[in-house]
Structure formats: structure tokens, C-alpha cells
Antibody
Framework: EVQLLESGGGLVQPGGSLRLSCAAS????????MSWVRQAPGKGLEWVSG????????YYADSVKGRFTISRDNSKNTVFLQMNSLRAEDTAVYYC??????????????WGQGTLVTVSS | QSVLTQPPSVSAAPGQKVTISCSGS????????VSWYQQVPGTAPKLLIY???KRPSGIPDRFSGSKSGTSATLGITGLQTGDEADYYC???????????FGGGTKLTVL
């Protein structure tokens, strides 16, 4: 059974940093692309970032480019999202999601339960 | 405002059929596959359709997808009260090198 478990969310002040983790199990982690998707309170889905399988090519939404960094540790079946220079508008539930293939960012077939990030003073 | 345009809401009676549209451009829907997701409030999204019209295992054939030019459509037949949810289209945008989601459509089964 595929499982994705996010952690690391919480309350942070504007300008601060936070590192999210997503522990994966139930599939061969190194052969699939992974993404982070967020959802602000009462709003729609926004894709944040994606990382391809073993090659590790990374992609970002314009809204987070230069502030967020996605990475993965295939030996620990974990994907990370380092978030710096956080703003109030980054407040959202952050979901980790598994793509259907090694380069699939658009076909997100499994999702975690999400972790809430609140940016406020 | 999302680059992919969806109607904010649709409604229909149980047993009926509904369609949800998603309009984009040549840099996204026009040249890339479209996916559809269902999200019941308070839960994570679920993949319903990928590659424009394919269903993951476990998704009933009441759900269908199609694409024509720069628009895509999700169809749901035999509506059930359990289908009440928010529905999102998604696709890759070649110019942005990023995934785009539509603004979401709230389905009400009257």
C-alpha cells in the first residue's frame, strides 16, 4: 500500500524558514517523480514544485522560485521542501504527491494527508 | 485568477449527467495531457482521469474525460450524492515549465 506522510509544518514568522518532509513507502521511491502541491484556506490547488526520479531535475511555480528548494533522498525514501523567506501568502496545507512515472508531475496518483504551514507574526 | 478556466459551480439531480469544462491555451492544454482530480472538503485530492481520458484502477466508468484543442471536459454520469466535491483540472504548461490547476468547480447533487 502506497503511503505518503508529510511532516514539518507549523507556525512561522514572515521571513522565516521551514523544512517539510514527506516519507514514502509501498513503492520503489527512486523511480517516480514527486511533487508538492499546496492549498490556501478556502482556495484551490496550487502546484508548488516537482522533482524527477533518480536524475533529480527540479521545477518550481513562479510564486516560489528562488525561495523554495525541493530535494529527495532516495536512500531514505523521502522528499523535502525547504521554504525560505516565507510570506503570509504561503500559508496553506502542503500536500506531497506521487507521480505516475519517473517524470510525471501532472498525473498525481497518490497524495499525503497534508501538513499545515501558517506564516504569521 | 487561474490560467485554466473552470466554471465555479455546477449542479444536477441524482442519476443525471453533468459536464465540467476546463479552458486553457496552446502552451498548456493544447499540447499536453490533462488530468482531473476530485476533492471532498477536508480530504486530499484524488486522481480521477489522466492522459485526457484514462481512469486509474478503482475509478468507476461513470467518470470520463475528453480533450479538444485547448479545452478539456470531465463527464460524470449516474450522479450520486457521494459525488458532491470540488473538481480540478490540471496540466503541464510548456512555457512556464510548471503544472497548472484550474480554479476548481464545486459539484452539487441536488
Amino acid at each position: 500500500e502506497v503511503q505518503l506522510l508529510e511532516s514539518g509544518g507549523g507556525l512561522v514568522q514572515p521571513g522565516g524558514s521551514l523544512r517539510l518532509s514527506c516519507a514514502a513507502s509501498g513503492f520503489t521511491f527512486s523511480t517516480y517523480a514527486m511533487s508538492w502541491v499546496r492549498q490556501a484556506p478556502g482556495k484551490g490547488l496550487e502546484w508548488v514544485s516537482g522533482i524527477k526520479s533518480s536524475v533529480g531535475s527540479t521545477y518550481y511555480a513562479d510564486s516560489v522560485k528562488g525561495r523554495f528548494t525541493i530535494s529527495r533522498d532516495n536512500s531514505k525514501n523521502t522528499v523535502f521542501l525547504q521554504m525560505n523567506s516565507l510570506r503570509a501568502e504561503d500559508t496553506a496545507v502542503y500536500y506531497c504527491a506521487k507521480g505516475r512515472g519517473p517524470e510525471s508531475f501532472n498525473e498525481l496518483e497518490y497524495w499525503g494527508q497534508g501538513t499545515l504551514v501558517t506564516v504569521s507574526s | 485568477q487561474s490560467v485554466l478556466t473552470q466554471p465555479p459551480s455546477v449542479s444536477a439531480a441524482p442519476g443525471q449527467k453533468v459536464t465540467i469544462s476546463c479552458s486553457g491555451s496552446s502552451s498548456n492544454i493544447g499540447n499536453n495531457y490533462v488530468s482531473w482530480y476530485q476533492q471532498v472538503p477536508g480530504t486530499a485530492p484524488k486522481l480521477l482521469i489522466y492522459d485526457n481520458n484514462k481512469r486509474p484502477s478503482g475509478i468507476p466508468d461513470r467518470f470520463s474525460g475528453s480533450k479538444s484543442g485547448t479545452s478539456a471536459t470531465l463527464g460524470i454520469t449516474g450522479l450520486q450524492t457521494g459525488d458532491e466535491a470540488d473538481y480540478y483540472c490540471g496540466t503541464w504548461d510548456t512555457s512556464l515549465s510548471a503544472v497548472l490547476f484550474g480554479g476548481g468547480t464545486k459539484l452539487t447533487v441536488l
